[in-house]
């Protein structure tokens, strides 16, 4: 997981007002504890952009027994808690779960969105006790919303509102690598990715869960899929479709940077409402640090990274933007004075509950051991850069370079590595696959996998790829079953994924 005009016009308002009028008056009489008023429709629209304030202000005055409203109310915590990540805030509101539970399972059992919300709740609180380290209480709550889920489309399969987070669950358990598969067989999940694309694709076309949706859809592609430049054009016509959506901009952001289109990111991010009224979302100026140290200008990427110091209340990411600093001033050329103590406030702050803390914490304990070299520094620019799309930058860097002006083995994997996406986020696959496969070949030694890197896997995913697209099935096969075979590197949960994802779709 990141980066207005908050009135309406007031045909816009008139037509949604009437079209949710017309919903609820369509609704089954017998589902009276569960309807979409049109004030809850507002709330929830306004909750979808992270337009929270106003959202809790006329939450308020709807009537409280209406399982919609219970929804409603759950989601507005969650948005606040995982934008937060407030410990504090986690334990005062912890009981709310329950309260929300028992309120739901209390309501008429006969409606199909009594179990579709309890299971949406209980998803809510999967994604905050994981963003919060309670890894143990988020699976259980996932494998009961999966079974509500699983019951509804069984009771009700034309429902509609079944299909969003069915779908998310069907992909996830899809793509869980297949040396895991048996724990979700013995845990009665199951589901394909192809499965749950059908079903996300379907959910699309639900009036209320529609726009979330198609953003579950993109994600997928984004973090477990391919990402493609279809799939990006239709990003941009959503954000462009949606403008005081700051969610929208968020996640448009994330999905983006994570794609190396760090340029269209930070276009998002420049676009994104700033109204008052919107949920505080600090890890933007995270994000926004990211962009400008992969763009090299290090004094402004300096200023978003200790705003989000400044302005965060929580404990992820930390030790990755005290590693960040870090770069900042070591690519700078700064004394180490100034950048040592930045690594050591890494090995001190915050917890190891997301990737790119685990990875800042594994490098500031190598950097601390060992200073970094200047070819390391020469890897860094070049990895930054080729990271956020800036191609030929990140060439720039390398071309006075050969693998033999690298000592160590650690570095000429990572030389080879580099130039191999480089050349391949520029479309040259056949000039990338050499320099991939040169990766492979080193990071799969004996010595190499003793070091636990990431290059060996990322190689054979990427490499997998090259060939997918180019209809050999089995040497893309055999590359992605090659990338499952590196343990313990600090990226094998993403890489695993897509790797599994990808094999599913041969």
């Given amino acids: 997981m990141r980066r207005i005009d ?3 016009l007031p045909e816009t308002l008139c037509r949604s007002v009437v079209f949710w009028v017309l919903v609820w ?59 937060s990540d407030d410990d504090q805030l986690f334990a005062t509101w912890s009981d709310r779960e329950a309260e929300r539970l028992d309120g739901l399972q209390s309501l008429d059992d006969t409606s199909p969105w009594q179990r579709v919300l309890q299971a949406e709740v209980r998803l809510h609180w999967a994604f905050i006790k994981l963003k919060f380290g309670k890894e143990m209480s988020a699976s259980w709550d996932v494998i009961r919303a999966y079974k509500l889920l699983a019951d509804n489309q069984k009771r009700f399969p034309d429902f509609l509102p079944t299909y969003k987070s069915l779908g998310t669950l069907h992909i996830m358990i899809g793509s869980v690598p297949e040396s895991y598969s048996w724990v979700a067989s013995l845990l009665g999940l199951r589901g394909t990715i192809q499965q749950g694309q059908q079903e ?8 209320v869960f529609g726009l979330e949706a198609r953003l579950i859809d993109l994600m997928v592609r984004a973090y477990v899929l391919r990402f493609t430049e279809a799939d990006s054009q239709t990003l941009q016509q959503l954000i462009r479709a949606n403008p005081d959506n700051l969610l929208l901009h968020f996640f448009g952001a994330t999905i983006e940077q994570k794609n ?9 991010l420049n676009a994104r409402p700033t109204a008052a009224s919107y949920q505080p979302i600090p890890v933007m100026d995270n994000i926004l640090g990211d962009i400008y140290l992969q763009k090299g200008q290090y004094g402004t990427a300096t200023r978003h990274f200790q705003r989000f110091l400044s302005t965060y209340r929580g404990r992820n990411f930390l030790k990755d933007s005290y590693y960040k600093l870090f770069l900042c001033q070591w690519l700078a050329n700064e004394p180490d004075a100034s950048a040592r103590p930045l690594l050591v406030q890494v090995t001190r702050v915050g917890r190891q509950a997301v990737e790119s803390d685990k990875a800042a914490q594994k490098l500031a304990e190598q950097y601390l051991k060992r200073s970094p070299s200047a070819q390391q520094k020469v890897l860094m620019r070049a990895r930054l850069a080729a990271d956020g799309g800036y191609t030929d ?59 636990n890197l990431s290059f060996g896997a990322s ?48």
């Fill in 6 to 8: 908050t009135a309406f």
């Fill in 25 to 83: 008056l369509a609704a089954p009489v017998q589902a009276q504890d569960f309807v979409w008023t049109p004030g809850l429709q507002r709330v929830y629209t306004d909750l979808q952009k992270a337009n929270v304030q106003p959202a809790r202000q006329l939450l308020a005055r709807e009537p409280t027994h209406n399982g919609i409203r219970i929804f409603v109310d759950d989601y507005a915590d969650m948005l606040t808690l995982v934008t």
């Fill in 200 to 207: 996300i694709s379907r959910a699309q076309r639900d009036p």
């Fill in 260 to 268: 190396g289109h760090s340029e269209q990111a930070l276009t998002y």
């Fill in 393 to 451: 930058s990140a060439l720039a860097y390398l071309r006075p370079y050969t693998e033999a002006r690298f000592p160590a083995l650690a570095e000429q994997i990572e030389y080879n590595y580099r130039l191999g996406r480089i050349y391949q986020r520029r479309n040259a696959p056949d000039t990338a696959a050499p320099y991939l496969s040169r990766a492979l070949t080193l990071a799969d030694s004996p010595a190499a996998r003793q070091q």
């Fill in 459 to 506: 190689s054979a995913l990427q490499l997998g790829y090259i060939y997918q697209q180019k209809n050999d099935r089995t040497r893309a096969r055999s590359f992605f079953e090659k990338a499952l075979s590196f343990k313990r590197h600090e990226y094998k949960n993403s890489v695993d994924n897509k790797a599994k994802a990808a094999l599913s779709g041969l």
